[in-house]
Structure formats: structure tokens, C-alpha cells
């Protein structure tokens, strides 16, 4: 199944958890992001039982630091 992560588009297995693809794309650090599935935002703590849909749309942002 096809899924867009930031405008990009990746194939998944059926039943994928939302946790599998964000460790197939090998982010470096989980703290600080915020993931959304079609404009929902997903608590960490739900990752793992969140189950992706073909044509899902993920976003994931990073909080940025700054003053």
C-alpha cells in the first residue's frame, strides 16, 4: 500500500503500525516530532497500535529551538 510521509510517497505492507514506518525511515531522534495521520495528530504513546490505511497521509515535524 502506498503512503505519503511529508509529500513523499512510500509502500508499506498491509497492517503496518504508524511505529514500523517511522522506524523503516531510521529518524535519529523520536523526542521533539509530532506526527499527524490525515491532519490528526497521533500521541507517541499510540503509535505502536495506530494501523496505516493505503493512501494515508503522514506528516511529521520536528519542534525547532530558537528566541
Known sequence: MTITINNQ???FSE???LENAI??????????????IN???IPKNKWSETILQHEDKIIIIGA???G
Open 64 to 66: 525547532v529551538a530558537g
Open 15 to 17: 497492517n503496518s503500525s
Open 9 to 11: 510517497p512510500y509502500n
Open 39 to 41: 491532519e490528526a495528530i
Open 23 to 36: 522506524n523503516i525511515l531510521s529518524l535519529d531522534e523520536t523526542k521533539g516530532i509530532a506526527v499527524a
